[in-house]
């Protein structure tokens, strides 16, 4: 029975521009109490405060039976960006979204690998549901009784829609309560930047992971992954990553954790092997432990009730049971020199009507159930293998098929079996709204021109990768358009310390690396909607092409834009039609920005190397860009061992640019010498 409209509790404030408000009494352990999260206090700070964005009085809760509705307002056309790792579309107002984990996302309902129930408004601020529980968000799709719409007759009005106009969003729980916050703005940027923050801020990846990646066949060898490695090298790729699949288990699916000794007798020597060429190694698992396993006996007391493919779930958010994972993974695989790890199959599927995941209705010995547990198994796998690389003074970066609420500090990329193209650059923007990271990774291709669009796409995006494991294919697989693939990998090698800097920026203050337009200052209109276009940093706008095309629109922000390859001037405010041969991807700098780069080296500099510096400069306004510089591998940034120096570009009355650099005191792991500078676009009309 529906009980009258409850006042809520007063909106406590937590930090600056950040307050919650608990709606009736919720139940298990929320995201972020579970991953025992430490808000960036200094971060918020610097932000600084701002006014409670909502009209508390206008703020509902009522109670339908075990439900719980929280209905907040909504301003008229409010566009309504977030809820996760999204590939459909980028606003949702007017949809109604189901925000399970599954790993086969239903069609435009809101299930993913990735559901966040936190939404950021066009008008700027942004509204987190701090369960673990299935969260249905109505996104001005419901229209109470009373509410003022227009009526229209679909057989006589052409403007009738399904979707009557809404003024406010509906959050419906299966629980009788949860916590609820509220992130101020002003804009979606700073509402974005206040979760990050709130949730601990972004994750630093080790340099090398924003090199370019590269995963074997399910069933290589030792001698057969390092000829493969070798193969990069003498054919001129860059690469820094191998991922070994399932076959280098003693068992998989579900799996021993284990070494195959037929494949790979000797982890140590393998792994050291691959290090003196300059490759780090990463490995793929899940989370079902089988019963050949050494550690099945002692993870048993601590099972859930139901398996997967045979082997057990263990419950994760024991410290017992963590303890017996992250002592075999040590003595294993970390002592052995691995660095990180692809976390697959922690999402579930149950799109066919087949499901392999445990059951909500499964049973923990913690107390959590199956629909709780689901919802946060990907996250506790990222909390504890990145701890582990932590223990060791040593960054990771990895891959993960599941997260939610609270994961921007956490050094994991998403990634799905999907493999639509379209809708991998509608994800990488989406994921941006809600502190995820998403890889478009290149799997296989019917044709070179999705070969190379493919590859364009990757090599601007958070974890740039050929998955190889089923396919087999390699850079070089299409012979006719190798030398354009080379380009792009080398040309991500080259932005490293572009790519670089914006991850640092992310760690300080919030700000996505790669993120949609919307969140842009001043951002609005069909520019605040576009989901094929992305900013890659401060500075780099990416429209990326699809098999099928050579020119498109790009929606160019206010002000002068720049083509990034060839300097031509283009005048923003306005779309603009851009054709490009397949040799050629759409980038445009921004009137003043600045690009450094470094030179397509085989692999990352390793600590204490010297590089040199290509710095660019495009346009006729000053810039300034802060270049981020550590030792890249450790978290002595953390202890103070780090340092931002400033590139600077003046411009006199005459147009005449000059480039310079500020190396404020402190200690710097990387050292770039010489740096020369290079000015593109015109200094004057």
Known sequence: MAHPDMPPAPWTPLAPGVWSCTFGSPEGTPPLTLLGTTPDRAGLEALGGAPFPLDPAQITMQAVGRRTIVRLPLEAGDPVFGLGLQFVRTNHRGRTRHLRVNSDPKEDTGETHAPVPFYITGSGYGVLVNTARIVTIHCASTVRRGESTQVRDRNRDRDWKSTPPASGVEIVLSAPGAEVLVFAGPTPLHAVRRYNLFCGGGCLPPRWGLGFWHRTPTRFTDEEVAAEADEYRRRGFPCDVVGLEPGWHTASYPCSYEWAPDRFPDPPAFVARMAAAGFRVNLWEHAWVSPRAAIHAALEPYAGSHTVWGGLAPDYTLPEARAILEAQHEEHHVAAGVSGYKLDECDGSELTGSSWMFPAHAEFPSGRDGEEMRQVYGLLLQQMTADLFRRHDRRTYGLVRASSTGASPLPYVLYTDLYDHRRFVRALCNSSFCGLLFSPEVRSAKEAADW??????????????????????????????????????????????????????????????????????????????????????????????????????????????????????????????????????????????????????????????????????????????????????????????????????????????????????????????????????????
């Open 452 to 685: 190379v669009r493919r590859m364009q796409t990757v090599c601007f995006s958070p974890l740039a990768m050929l998955n190889a494991w089923s396919s087999g294919t390699k850079p070089w697989s299409f012979p006719e358009v190798e030398h354009i693939v080379r380009k792009y990998i080398e040309l991500r090698m080259r932005l490293l310390p572009y790519f670089y800097s914006a991850f640092a920026r992310y760690r300080e203050d919030g700000t996505p690396p790669f993120r949609a337009m919307a969140l842009l200052p001043g951002s609005s209109g069909d520019l605040a909607l576009a989901d094929d276009q992305y900013m890659a940093g401060d500075d780099l706008l990416v429209a990326p092409l699809f098999a099928d095309q050579s020119e498109r629109k790009v929606l160019l922000p206010p002000g002068d834009w720049y083509d990034f390859e060839s300097g031509e001037r283009f005048a923003g405010g306005s779309a603009v039609t851009v054709t490009r041969p397949l040799e050629s991807i759409p980038v445009f700098v921004r009137d003043g920005g600045i690009v450094p780069l470094m030179p397509p080296l085989p692999h990352t500099p390793r600590a204490g190397d010297t590089v040199a510096l290509e710095v660019r400069h495009y346009g006729r306004r000053p810039g300034r860009f802060r270049l981020y510089d550590d030792d890249g591998e450790t978290f002595a940034f953390e202890r103070g061992a780090r340092r931002f120096i400033d590139l600077q570009v003046e411009v006199d009355a005459a147009g005449r640019r000059q480039g310079g650099v500020a190396a404020p005191g402190g200690v710097g792991g990387l050292n770039y010498d010489p740096v020369t500078w290079t000015f593109l676009g015109t200094g004057m009309d």
